[in-house]
Structure formats: C-alpha cells, structure tokens
C-alpha cells in the first residue's frame, strides 16, 4: 500500500459564482452528462439528446480508502416530461460506503433507494447536510429553476455501480406536480 503522507496538503478555495452557480478552482477532469449519456432513464425519451444535464467538478484524490474523495455537481434545472433533471444515481460498488452532500446552491431532493426496495426522499439546498450510510443508492434531483449545487465526499475506494440503477431504476420518481414537486410510484421499477 502506498504510504498516504507522500500526498501534500493543500487548500482549495471554494470560490462561489452565484451567477454560475460554479465552484472553482477544479482539480482534476471535469465531468458533463448530457440526456444522450441517460438513456432509458426518463419515463419519456428526450427530444434533444444533447440537452446538458449536470456536471461534477472533482477534487481529485487516489480512489483508496485512505482517502476521502470530493466533488462539486452542478445540476441545471430543467425537465424531460414531468421529470426533473436529475443525476444518473448509483449504489458504491463497495456497498458499505458512506457518503455525505453538503448544499451549496438551489434546490433539490436527494431520493436514495435500498436494493431491497426501501426508499426515503430528503430536501437539498444551501446549508444542508444529507448524510448517506452504506447501502443506500442515491440520486439528486433539481426542482428549482436555479443550477442545483451540492459538493460531495465519501470514502476513496467506493467505487460507482451505475449499472443496477440502469437495470432496476429508483423505487420513486419526482415529478412536477399541481402543487409543486411530488414523489410518486416509479411504475418501470424492478423489485427483487
Ligand atoms: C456524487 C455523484 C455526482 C453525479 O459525486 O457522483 O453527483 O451523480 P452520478 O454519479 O450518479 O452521475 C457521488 O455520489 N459520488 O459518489
Ligand atoms: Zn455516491
């Protein structure tokens, strides 16, 4: 294993654009998902594949667990249908993993699912904490008409299993309803 002191401390002004919406300096590789990159995970097929949904600005870090990883995302507001921009959502290949998001900007739900079905839907915006245990497969949702900003931190080797969200889909969906943003049944979920 590599020693972890041979990475330097460093500082990373967070430097808040509230007409972007962004947080710079980036450290490492931008991220941009489009609708093109989110197939099949709208109810309704998107007109405009290229639409950009969100990206996540990382702060980068080796992916073990003697780190804590970081990033910033940056979710566009917007709908596909009655849908809210969302994230693609994922389980930590390492199931264990926890995670927090800490709200920077906007305003959003955080929708998590267990893969036993189980699902709990929590509020995003500036100043909250959600707090992610293992086990929980999580997916932010935008329902503002601002860019919905959130930063990101969880054990370095977590890993990224998109695949069983892509196969299942989330217990719940949040849609634009008469009364503002509703969670209703996802009626395209598979139970186990
Ligand atoms: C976040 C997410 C980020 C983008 O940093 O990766 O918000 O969402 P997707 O990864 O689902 O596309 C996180 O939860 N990292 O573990
Ligand atoms: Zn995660």
Not at 3 to 26: I, K, R, Y
Not at 49 to 68: C, D, F, K, S
Request: with cysteine; glycine share 12%; proline share 7%.
């Amino acid at each position: 294993m590599t020693d972890p002191s041979e990475l330097h401390p460093f500082t990373t002004l967070l430097d808040l654009d509230l007409d972007l919406g962004a947080l710079t300096p980036v450290r490492g590789e931008v991220t941009e998902r489009r609708l093109a990159d989110m197939r099949g995970m709208y109810q309704r097929e998107p007109a405009d594949p290229e639409r950009l949904v969100y990206q996540v600005l990382p702060i980068e870090v080796p992916a073990t667990n003697a780190n804590i990883l970081c990033s910033t995302t940056l979710l566009h507001p917007g709908q596909v249908g009655d849908e809210f921009h969302m994230t693609k959502g994922h389980f930590h290949e390492v199931r264990d993993r926890g995670e927090f998001y800490l709200g920077i900007a906007g305003e959003g739900r955080l929708v998590m699912a267990t893969e036993d079905g189980r699902s709990v839907v929590e509020p995003m915006r500036r100043g909250t904490l959600n707090y992610i245990p293992g086990g929980w497969a999580h997916r932010s949702v935008n329902v503002g008409d601002e860019p919905l900003v959130f930063l990101a931190a969880y054990i370095g080797d977590a890993g990224h299993d998109y695949g069983t969200i892509e196969d299942r889909g989330f217990p719940v969906l949040v849609v634009h309803g008469s009364g503002g943003p509703a969670v209703v049944d996802n009626p395209r979920y598979r139970s186990r």
